[in-house]
């Protein structure tokens, strides 16, 4: 066990997964000798040589293709976006190839692939440095959607990407990436060296997808959340004096419903936080599954705490990030439903 | 106040002959055959940039097998080549005759550019790699990939090896060579140079192909795929079959102002061919002479395969409506199965009587596989792949949302 930020996480994950299987390649723009704009790669290409880790031209499209075409000969490619605001140009390789990739070649062909994109705001990062585009992943069928939350996650989820048989779209939190964030950007940033979540065990320990994990235990209603809005919505339970139990979903796609379901008709309530844009955000589909779900347990419309339907701003940061007041406000609202 | 400039005015490219008009290729120039030479396979690219330009021959008008590119094949191995060809053109006609029947949905042939995936199939290696576009089966029907694979295929029954997932023709064959076909234009390109990448990863002796016609060119993963090529100088063989048309549009739309689509390597530093793609000696002779240079690590070459595509673009394509019918018998480049016969009848190694007969054989053989495949069944006619199974394979474990939604379907 050491202490590690989730950026060391990453990296150690990275390192374990190399060093257990000489298939796993690992590239992208800046990931080789420099080791990352964010760190994540730091030391990777010295240890295990530049046909393993190296840098990327700047083409989001021909990092993915070449990849899906290296998952089909045999290898196991950890790629990186450098911000996910970029993945765009990679879009049709993703959907068109990597997420189908299986299906259309009943198996005689896969696409074992990790993608990694730092992801997220509360960094002034403005419109292309912070956006969430989860949803655009979890509509494609074929592939998986993973975003940790604490550097433990980090390195689990991780491992169980690169073992995981189909493609993986992994989405870091870059505001969590040195220490956990609730949204008050007033006070100072607490670095994972010093945070409890900060342990990460040694070595090879994975934690499966599809597994979400209850961070706060409550009675009286359910938030769901992932990523930085995990902390927001633990913050805003504290200071709104409501007792919710606050789920981390950490797998977005495919989802642990039995462990929304069970809490939600536990509670009978429902508010589901995102940083994402709201309309046809993942926070509708959540929305959708427990009501189908959950309908006659609810005791109260669920509601929604997400980004407003615009580009992210620069200078409106904080006017837009879903912070503990808005999701403070929305538990107090859910209570009295 | 006023410019002192004339209006600007849009450059919208426009082919040489629509519909009524009589096609010219008057000023489509084409070299010699055994003109051009044939460099080392280590050649520096930048020494061979009039390569791009011209078009590398073998057969002359005479069907002599001519120059540094000819002698490459046995006269055995041209006889087998001329029965892919032939195999392919008779299944594409019967294909195309039982879309019409409404066997099945759609079809697409090969119609004059047999020679170009035919030939190419012969000059790789087992365990190489292509990354085929929709109309490259010659790759399949050359390694004796089984026609009723195909046609199970072509007709979604119980027996398709894709399970019905997947629209006609768009083949997979690990086994066979041959990528999972896509729908989506351009996107194999540049995977074909990520999987010689993870060849020379690997430390692997095996090299990769990809395949785009002309119109795909001008897809950004065109781009991708020459960057990464170059870049990384992966072993693989980049084929562009220039048939002229994209659908309906010409090629001139796609290619824009540079000369040829060859010459777009040279700004990659990528040694780059054009070639007579109705001329099976020189396809064969340019893909082995290019698998060799990938093989050896020398890097990638560009081949351009100059060809016409003679049929529509598709089952769903009536080519009447924006070129000339009488341009596929204009064009200079003649059929490559009657250039080849013709080669093999002026060496003494063919005659009419075996080309009948063998017409008849291949006939005979593909119209007995389609029987096969037909008492299996055609799309929505006997033996149909399970409802159930299309909710398989979308991952390697299924989860739980998708069995719950199997199960709603009823399954």
């Known amino acids: 066990m050491a202490q590690m930020t989730m950026i060391e996480a990453i990296r150690d994950a990275h390192d374990v997964a ?111 440095h912070s956006q969430s585009p989860e949803a655009i992943f979890t509509h494609v069928s074929g592939l998986k959607v993973v975003i940790p939350s604490n550097p433990a996650d980090a390195k689990g ?56 994990k209850i961070t706060r235990e409550g009675a009286d209603v359910t938030v769901l959340a992932y990523g930085t809005m995990v902390y927001v919505a633990e913050a805003a339970a504290e200071e709104a004096g409501v007792d919710a139990e606050v789920i981390d979903l950490r797998t977005l796609m495919p989802l642990d419903l039995d462990t929304i379901v069970a809490s939600v008709q536990k509670t009978g309530r429902c508010v589901i936080v995102h940083e994402a844009t709201r309309t046809s955000g993942f926070g509708a589909e959540l929305m959708s599954l427990v009501q189908e779900s959950c309908f006659y347990h609810l005791e109260a419309p669920m509601i929604r705490v997400t980004g407003w339907d615009t580009p992210y701003p620069h200078a409106q940061e904080w006017e837009y990030f879903p912070g503990p007041a808005r999701v403070g406000e929305a538990l107090k609202k859910v209570m009295e439903g | 106040m006023t410019s002192t400039y004339e209006p600007l005015s849009l450059n919208v490219p426009e082919p040489g002959c629509r519909p009524g008009d009589t096609p010219d290729f008057s000023d489509f120039e084409i070299p010699r055959a ?20 011209s078009i590398v021959r073998v057969l002359n008008k005479d069907g002599q097998a001519v120059g540094d590119w000819a002698g490459a094949l046995t006269a055995g191995e041209l006889r087998q080549g001329l029965r892919h060809m032939m195999t392919l053109r008779t299944f594409d006609a019967r294909m195309q005759t039982a879309q019409r029947q409404g066997k099945t949905s759609f079809y697409m042939q090969h119609l004059g550019e047999e020679a170009v995936s035919c030939a190419f199939a012969r000059a790789l290696q087992p365990g190489d790699m292509n990354f085929p576009t929709y109309r490259q089966a010659g790759l399949l029907i050359a390694s004796d990939y089984p026609m009723l694979t195909m046609m199970n295929q072509i007709y979604s029954n119980a027996e398709d090896p894709l399970h019905g ?7 997979s064959s690990k086994a066979h060579g041959f990528f999972s076909i896509s729908g989506n234009l351009g996107t194999q390109f540049v995977q074909s140079v990520g999987w010689a990448m993870a060849s020379a990863i690997s430390g692997d002796t095996k090299i990769a192909t990809g395949w785009i016609g002309d119109g795909s060119t001008a897809e950004s993963d065109f781009h991708s795929a020459m960057v990464f090529a170059s870049t990384y100088k992966a072993p693989v063989v980049l084929n562009i079959v220039n048939n002229q048309w994209a659908i309906s549009t010409f090629q001139g739309i796609a290619r824009g102002g540079v000369g040829t689509f060859a010459a777009r390597g040279h700004g990659f530093g990528i040694a780059s061919i054009r070639v007579d793609g109705n001329d099976y000696l020189a396809v064969h002779a340019v893909a082995k002479w290019a698998a060799e240079r990938a093989r050896l690590g020398h890097g990638p070459t560009l081949i351009e395969y100059v060809t016409y595509r003679a049929g529509g673009h598709s089952t769903s394509d009536d080519p009447s409506a924006y070129r000339s019918g009488s341009e596929a018998d204009a064009w200079p480049l003649g059929d490559p199965l009657e250039r080849l016969k013709a080669h093999l009848i002026a060496i003494g190694e063919w005659t009419e009587d075996r080309h009948r007969q063998a017409e008849a054989e291949i006939l005979d053989e593909v119209t007995t596989i389609q029987k096969q495949a ?12 399970s409802p159930r199974d299309m909710f398989e394979g979308v991952y390697e474990t299924m989860p739980p949302h998708l069995i719950r939604q199997r199960q709603e379907a009823g399954y």
């Open chain 1, 18 to 128: 190399m060093a257990a299987d000489d298939k796993v390649v690992v590239f992208g723009e800046d990931v080789g000798f420099f080791g990352g704009v964010f760190r994540c790669t730091a030391g990777l290409q010295e240890k295990y040589g530049s046909a393993r880790c190296f840098d990327a031209p700047i083409n989001e499209s021909g990092i993915v293709g070449t990849a899906i075409g290296m998952a089909a000969y045999g290898l196991k490619p950890v790629i990186e976006i450098q911000f996910a605001d970029y993945v765009y140009p990679a879009y049709d390789q993703i959907v068109s190839e990597a997420a189908r990739l299986r299906h259309r070649s009943n198996g005689d062909f896969t696409c074992p692939l990790v993608i990694r994109m730092p992801t997220g705001g509360g960094i002034f990062g403005g419109q292309t």
């Open chain 1, 157 to 212: 989820l991780f491992l169980s990407a690169v073992a995981d048989p189909d493609p993986v779209i992994f989405l870091e939190p870059k505001r969590l990436y040195n220490g956990p964030f609730d949204g008050h950007h007033d006070r100072p940033l607490t670095s994972w060296k010093k945070h409890p979540l900060g342990d990460v065990p040694d070595g090879d320990v994975s934690i499966p997808l599809g597994k979400a």
């Open chain 2, 374 to 385: 037909e008492a299996v069944g055609t799309l929505g006619d006997g033996q149909a792949p």
């Open chain 2, 34 to 53: 055994g003109e051009v030479k044939r460099p080392p396979v280590d050649v520096d690219p930048d020494t061979i940039r009039d390569m791009a330009f």
């Open chain 2, 165 to 171: 997932r997947q629209l006609p023709i768009m083949y």
